[in-house]
């Protein structure tokens, strides 16, 4: 048992030492400049060294690499637990693009060396982190591509200025090193892209739920707004074997927003649409705001469960809804017949509603016969 845990301490002891060097961030750029800055800083201090060793320089010049990798150390740490990103980015390309390419372009062989290589990493880098620094972003990345062809010219106008290799071997050793490095830059350069891209279709995918979403609700009471109601209600009328439309109507909602005012009266909405909405779920029946103080619940229930969940809401209402005086809903409840369309349905629930607003409110009506056969003939030309 204790070998098997070995593997999982690794990971936890990589994964700590990982956050700590790229720091818990969502922004995936900004983790990898810390692994890119701290990695850099590495290559530039053991190929200052390796340069000495191989005698490809002096010791000067390898002891001036070491020094600026730990420059690049600094310029991490700055960005890394000081919150500086933005300006040692900013540094650290420049100090990359003037500094260090061209020192190891002229103490690595030059265009015989594996410089230009680096420039293609700094430009992959720089396209990336200084994404949000317009002014510099374009010439920095255009220098980095450029920066190639600069550099050669400078060797053939002035050859003196580039150390050259001392044998075959220490050019073949410092180019596969070089590979080495470079090809562990770019793979981070391009798991940053990767995991951004995937972030921001995650992004995309989440806001478009919430713009669907908000779309889908009224403002006030965060009820389903009154078209997506009426497409659930349609929804549920095709693919249900029986559906019921219970209307409901704040009883003299008019008055209580004139004596109290409209605060007052958005209070009692929400709370009755909280109510609502609760009543409904217990129930598995849909709720949103027909409209001003009308409410519609949506369920796949036959008249007389409906008729219940009516009065449930109704009673839950009268007496849960805090106000200076009571607050009570009249309700009217229809179920869908095969003859009639949901406007058809509705019209019926609407006129046991007018009833119960007739009878005194606060009451639950279920729609008549008469209320479908008035609908019938209404709808002939």
């Not at 060294?49 to 600094?74: E, Q, R």
């Not at 265009?111 to 002014?135: I, N």
């Not at 009543?279 to 519609?296: K, P, S, V």
Request: glycine letters at 6%.
């Amino acid at each position: 048992m204790a070998y098997r845990s070995i593997p999982i301490r690794l990971r936890l002891l990589s994964r700590k030492i990982l956050r700590l060097i790229t720091g818990r961030s969502d922004d995936i750029f900004m983790q990898v400049h810390h692994g890119f800055c701290l990695l850099t800083a590495l290559f530039v201090t053991s190929a200052g060294l390796f340069n000495v060793l191989l005698d490809i320089t002096s010791l000067l010049a390898g002891v001036a690499m070491a020094s600026f990798g730990c420059g690049l150390v600094a310029i991490w740490y700055f960005s890394r637990f000081r919150g500086h990103y933005r300006e040692m980015a900013t540094l650290f390309s420049l100090t990359l693009l003037f500094v260090v390419i061209p020192m190891n372009w002229f103490s690595n062989a030059g265009s015989l060396g594996p410089t230009a290589l680096y420039c293609l990493t700094a430009a992959l880098y720089t396209l990336s982190v200084l994404r949000e620094v317009a002014m510099l972003r374009k010439p920095v990345v255009f220098l980095a591509f450029a920066e190639p062809l600069i550099l050669y010219l400078l060797e053939q106008r002035f050859p003196h200025w580039v150390s050259g290799y001392t044998s075959p071997e220490v050019r073949f050793w410092d180019m596969q090193f070089s590979y080495i490095a470079a090809m562990v830059i770019l793979f981070i350069t391009a798991w940053g892209h990767l995991h951004r891209y995937k972030a921001e279709a995650e992004r995309s995918r989440q806001y478009a739920q919430y713009l669907k979403h908000m779309a889908d609700r009224d403002g006030l009471t965060s009820l389903y707004n009154h078209r997506a109601i009426l497409e659930r209600a349609g929804r549920i009328r095709k693919e249900k074997p029986v559906c019921s439309l219970i209307l409901c109507d704040v009883d003299f909602f008019k008055r209580l927003n004139d004596t109290y005012g409209h605060l007052i009266g958005d209070t009692v909405l929400i709370e009755v649409a909280t109510h609502l909405q609760n009543t409904a779920f217990e129930a598995g029946a849909l709720a949103g705001r027909y409209g001003g103080e009308e409410f519609l619940l949506v369920c796949s229930a036959p008249h007389e469960t409906a008729m219940t969940l009516a009065e449930q809401a109704r009673s839950n209402i009268a007496t849960r809804v805090t106000c200076p005086e009571q607050v009570t809903i009249s309700i009217g409840v229809a179920q869908c017949q095969d003859n009639e369309s949901l406007a058809d349905t509705l019209h019926r629930a609407d006129q046991a509603l007018y009833r119960a607003k007739e009878q005194g409110r606060n009451r639950v009506e279920p729609a008549s016969a008469t209320d479908a056969a008035s609908n019938l003939v209404s709808s002939v030309p």
